[in-house]
């Protein structure tokens, strides 16, 4: 004989659970970044095949960019207007400068747009949205790094020794770095809901090349407007990395430090209030974008 069949009763009723975004620095999930590792390799790969796809040049746009805006600005700035920059030809000073600033300005415009360009993969999968940001700064390091090989042959050229201070080099880069990421959180959140943002880009990185010392020195710039301008964090990184390459400092040490102790409290308050607002904006991505 067969055991009769057993059914549940019918006034049970299945238990519903309510899944509900976490608020607060919690609701962030850093760790879930560690745990996508794997998939911002391949995110920055993609980003650097993408750039020199089906280019007659390829990687050779990495020289030629800084060494193209070094001859205009030595024709402008070095020759027709005789910039001062404390006894350093004016070649290697704008390179020095040209170096950071340019590996700042394109990772932030590549990370501000990010978000959009990234559409098909946002509105198909989930992952840690904060990644496509974090690619395109780091994505970057590959150009700023074969870009300071032409610091090589530019110091022997004008037999400038190279001291200790080129150690502390990469230290200012992971400033620019850090620059990058925290205001890409705000512009690559803002475009995906206003793409005006896409428009205001390109004229906020001229301006903000105007208001850093890359092609002028710091020297020019008189004591209350200096001290608005230490407000800028890319002001430490150029005038950092002049001082790291070619060891001038007319300003003296504890001008740079302040002025890095100005760039670290600036970058906190715009790096955590960038990842408050992305959390924010992200549960929104895959619907509007």
């Known amino acids: ?9 019918m006034n049970i009723q299945p238990e519903i659970v309510d899944i509900e975004p976490r608020s607060g620095f919690a609701a962030l999930n850093l760790s879930a970044l ?25 990687v050779a746009w990495i020289i030629l960019q800084p060494l193209i805006q070094v001859v205009v600005f030595n024709v402008i700035f070095g020759i027709l207007m005789e910039m001062p920059t404390g006894g350093v030809p004016y070649p290697i000073f704008a390179l020095a400068g040209v170096l950071p600033w340019m590996y700042f300005s394109n990772a932030l415009g590549r990370s501000a747009t990010s978000l959009v ?12 949205r904060l990644l496509i940001p974090m690619a395109g700064v780091l994505g970057g390091l590959l150009d700023l790094a074969v870009g300071i090989l032409l610091l090589v042959p530019a110091l022997i050229y004008y037999r400038i020794p190279v001291s200790l201070n080129i150690l502390f080099l990469p230290l200012f880069l992971l400033l620019s770095a850090l620059t990058a990421l925290a205001f890409s959180l705000w512009l690559s959140a803002l475009n995906v809901r206003f793409r005006d943002v896409n ?3 390109p004229f906020l990185i001229q301006l903000w090349m105007y208001l850093t010392p890359v092609f002028y020195g710091r020297s020019l ?9 230490a407000l800028n964090p890319m002001t430490a990184v150029i005038d950092g990395a002049r001082w ?6 007319p300003a003296g040490v504890g001008s740079l430090i ?29 619907d509007i974008i």
Do not use: C, H
């Open 117 to 128: 360009g990234s559409s098909n993969l946002i509105s198909k999968v989930y992952f840690p």
């Open 34 to 58: 560690w745990r996508y590792r794997e998939l911002l390799y391949f995110l920055i790969w993609r980003d650097v095949k993408v750039r020199y796809k089906q280019t007659a040049l390829g």
């Open 1 to 9: 004989m067969t055991a009769p069949r057993v059914f549940p009763p």
């Open 221 to 229: 710039i008189p004591g209350k407007w200096a001290d608005l301008l």
């Open 199 to 201: 428009y205001l880009i």
């Open 244 to 249: 790291a390459i070619l060891g001038t400092l």
């Open 258 to 286: 302040q002025e890095i102790m100005v760039a670290l409290a600036v970058i906190a308050v715009v790096l955590v209030g960038g990842l408050v607002y992305f959390r924010a904006a992200e549960r929104q991505f895959a």
